[in-house]
């Protein structure tokens, strides 16, 4: 079975209507909030608060959970700001003090 993905950028402008060059930003169009992923539901318990950096390249991004339930439950991503976001893949580590 074979995917499709689609990743937008802004378009700009010249004064006489041609398409500016367009740079990809592998953020998209907007994306400027922070992730967050909380267990069972959107409004469930917030594991981590993750904020996304500037830039115009994939980034990993280690976070430390706030809040932790044992159990097996369903993790729901979304942005702070309400916007869709698709996530590529997220690890757990048990990290010892």
Do not use: C
């Not at 990809?24 to 996304?52: C, M, N, W, Y």
């Not at 950096?53 to 942005?79: C, M």
Request: charged share 25%; aromatic share 10%; no cysteine.
């Amino acid at each position: 079975m074979f995917g499709q993905a689609v990743r937008k950028d802004s378009l700009f402008f010249n004064p006489d209507g041609t398409i500016r060059k367009v740079t990809p930003t592998f953020r998209g169009v907007g994306v400027t909030s922070a992730l967050q992923i909380h267990i069972d539901k959107a409004d469930g318990i917030l594991l981590v608060e993750v904020k996304i950096p500037k830039g115009t390249g994939w980034n990993t991004v280690d976070a430390r959970l706030s809040k932790y339930q044992k159990g097996i439950h369903n993790l729901v991503v979304l942005l702070k700001d309400n916007n869709p976001v698709e996530v590529d893949w997220i690890l757990f580590k048990n990290y010892q003090n």
